[in-house]
Each structure stands twice: as structure tokens, then as C-alpha cells.
């Protein structure tokens, strides 16, 4: 009979704690986004945001390319598309929509992920009540009160999310340390590299000092947050990790008013604390969680 590890407590709130921190610091960062778009256009932003956590990670990693296996590239690839793909389209969907409401739609990949994954009935219900929330936004787009094209992106930029959340998992499995992540990082700056680079150069070209707040993005919303969540995903299991991120549009939330006072309709408010009840109920049953085998996407510690 195969050994079944369990879960430390202590490993278990460390990664509660990185995964917060992650949060706060994703949000704080997509708050100072939004206020530089007059500046540069989303694209041409989100090439600028990756190619500097690229440099700051190949720095800070100085990953040992020649060691990574066909498994490695194969996951490091995986990661660099979905992220991609997450920054992209959630850019592009902040202009049209408010921060909270985007990140809150853009929860359905991660919900949907947790769903499939999930093997208890009481998640099943956590996730439920989440996806009421979600739902009340879809609503509200349906009557006119959302941008449309907004809301679909958000929700592609969910199911790029489900995507990171698993490829991470990966990565952090095939690749030792945050080597990974720094590779992940080039492959997403040379994705989005055809969709953002004369964005990228006419702003530069006009305004250098744009680069400064993009810099900022970048270490707040890529280097920093994608570091902190890799490590708490070698803490805690990927069904957890997606179900936490129901505390994103909270963040988003206080963020979106203290740095670009953005205001949330009754609807808004109603979506967002379903969603983050959602989250304090698993958190708290995800402590009482019993022992699980090592495939359920448990990782193991940084050695």
C-alpha cells in the first residue's frame, strides 16, 4: 500500500500566507495598470510587464537550461503560453469593465478547475456559491450594464488562469527552485510579442517615463505575485490554491478605489461577498482537509 503524506499544518499556513501576498501585490499592480493606459495601450503594456520579470528572473534564477528534461520544457512551455494569455486578455478586458468585476469573472477558470478537480461534497457547495456570485455579473452583462466584449474577455482570461494554476503545478514538480518561472516569463514575452510591440514603442517613444510605472507592474504583478504563488503551490494542493483566489476581487475591490476610485454598484458588492465566503469556507475546511495521496496535486517542500 502506497505511503499517504500528510499535509503540515505549518506548510499549510505558509502557503495561506503566500497565497495572500500573492494577491495583494497582483492587485496593487493591476490598479497602477489601469491608471497608464491613457499612456500606453494594453498589449503594448503587457509586453513591457513580461519582458521585465523575464530580465529580473533570469537574473535573480539563472536557470540551468541544459539540466531541463523534455518534461521540463514541455511545462515550462505550457506555463509561458497561459501566461500569456491570462496577462493579455486581462488587460485588454480592464479598460472596458472595472478591476473588481474582471477579476471576479475571470474566477469562472479557476472555479471550474477546483469543480473537476474536487472529489468532496463540500466543496462542490463552496464552488456553488461562488459561481452565484460570478453569475450575478453575468446578468448584469446581459442587461447592459457591463461592456460585453469586456466580460468575454475576462472569462477567456479565466480559462487561461485554470491553465496557469495547473501548469505551475507542473513546473514546480519537472524544475527545481523558480528556474521555471524564470523561462515560463521569455516564452510569454515572445508570445505576446506580436500583439504589443509597436504599442510598447510608440508609447516609450513618446513618453519614456512610461517605463517607470511599467516596471512597477512588473515586479508587483509578475515577478513578485507568480514567485509567491509557485511557492505556495508546493504547499498547498492546486483544488486549494484555485479556490483561494475567490479573495482576488476583494483585493481588486479595495485597490480599484484606493488607487483609481473606482466605485461598485449594489450587484457588485452582492457578487464579490458571495465569492469571498466562498473562500473563507474552503479555507476553513481545507484545514480540517484529511490526509491525501501525493496525485491529488500536492507538491513537495523547497528542499
Known amino acids: 500500500m502506497p505511503r499517504i503524506r500528510r499535509l ?130 453575468g446578468v448584469q452583462s446581459l442587461g447592459g450594464s457591463l461592456d460585453p466584449i469586456g466580460v468575454v474577455l475576462a472569462l477567456a482570461a479565466g480559462g487561461c488562469w485554470a491553465a496557469y494554476i495547473l501548469a505551475s503545478a507542473s513546473v514546480g514538480k519537472n524544475v527545481p527552485g523558480v528556474g521555471g518561472l524564470a523561462g515560463a516569463l521569455v516564452i510569454a514575452t515572445v508570445a505576446v510579442l506580436p500583439f504589443g510591440l509597436m504599442g510598447a514603442i510608440g508609447a516609450v517613444a513618446a513618453d519614456p517615463s512610461v517605463l517607470l510605472p511599467a516596471f512597477a507592474i512588473a515586479m508587483l504583478s509578475s515577478a513578485i505575485a507568480y514567485g509567491l504563488e509557485m511557492l505556495a503551490l508546493r504547499r498547498v494542493a492546486t483544488r486549494v490554491f484555485g479556490i483561494m483566489m475567490a479573495v482576488e476581487p476583494a483585493a481588486a475591490a479595495i485597490f480599484g478605489f484606493l488607487v483609481v476610485g473606482e466605485l461598485l454598484t449594489g450587484w457588485d458588492l452582492l457578487a464579490l461577498t458571495l465569492v469571498v465566503a466562498a473562500s473563507a469556507g474552503v479555507a476553513l475546511t481545507a484545514a480540517r482537509a484529511r490526509p491525501m495521496p501525493p496525485e491529488t496535486g500536492q507538491m513537495p517542500l523547497i528542499p
Open 8 to 137: 503540515s499544518p505549518g506548510g499549510m499556513l505558509a502557503g495561506v500566507l503566500l497565497v495572500l501576498g500573492a494577491i495583494a501585490s497582483v492587485q496593487f499592480g493591476a490598479s497602477i495598470a489601469k491608471t497608464v493606459f491613457d499612456r500606453i495601450d494594453p498589449a503594448g503594456l503587457t509586453l513591457l510587464r513580461l519582458a521585465f520579470a523575464a530580465v529580473v528572473m533570469l537574473l535573480i534564477a539563472r536557470p540551468r537550461i541544459r539540466t531541463w528534461n523534455r518534461a521540463a520544457w514541455r511545462s515550462i512551455l505550457f506555463l509561458g503560453i497561459s501566461l500569456a494569455g491570462m496577462n493579455l486578455l486581462f488587460y485588454l478586458a480592464l479598460p472596458r469593465i472595472p478591476i473588481a468585476v474582471a477579476v471576479t469573472l475571470e474566477l469562472i477558470g479557476p472555479l471550474l478547475l477546483a469543480l473537476v478537480q474536487s472529489k468532496r461534497v463540500v466543496d462542490f457547495a463552496w464552488v456553488g456559491l461562488a459561481a452565484v456570485g460570478v453569475g450575478v455579473l
